[in-house]
């Protein structure tokens, strides 16, 4: 079982910067690949970014320049580093991870508001 805890989420202006983490505990060391998923208000949830266990990066289109995700495995902890955000990236924000034998788990998600 591996437990995931996203912090870092609020209120910014456009063109401000969040950084949001995801804490992983439990069977951490099973941790394969994860995850940043968002969802809007009244729309899908969506993914964000990839990052896998040999550190290779994914972005949606959307978020390619402005996000960066990483992962610093001494601490079990995933980062989503959010640039130049745009009232578009208002959203709760999910952490996902597989396991080694591919189980996924979620966070609880953390909310980001951008707005002046």
């Known amino acids: 079982q591996v437990q995931l805890v996203e912090s870092g989420g609020g209120l910014v202006q456009p063109g401000e910067s969040l950084r949001l983490a995801c804490a992983a505990s439990?069977?951490?060391?099973?941790?394969?690949?994860m995850n940043w998923y968002r969802q809007a208000p009244g729309k899908q949830r969506e993914w964000v970014a990839t990052i896998t266990r040999s550190s290779s990066t994914f972005y949606e289109d959307s978020v390619k320049g402005r996000f960066t995700i990483s992962r610093d495995s001494g601490e079990n902890t995933m980062y989503l580093q959010m640039n130049s955000l745009k009232p578009e990236d208002t959203a709760v924000y999910y952490c996902?991870?597989?396991?080694?034998?591919?189980?996924?788990?979620w966070g609880q998600g953390t909310q980001v508001t951008v707005s002046s």
């Open positions: 439990g069977s951490s060391v099973s941790i394969t690949t």
């Open positions: 996902r991870c597989l396991d080694i034998v591919g189980t996924e788990y």
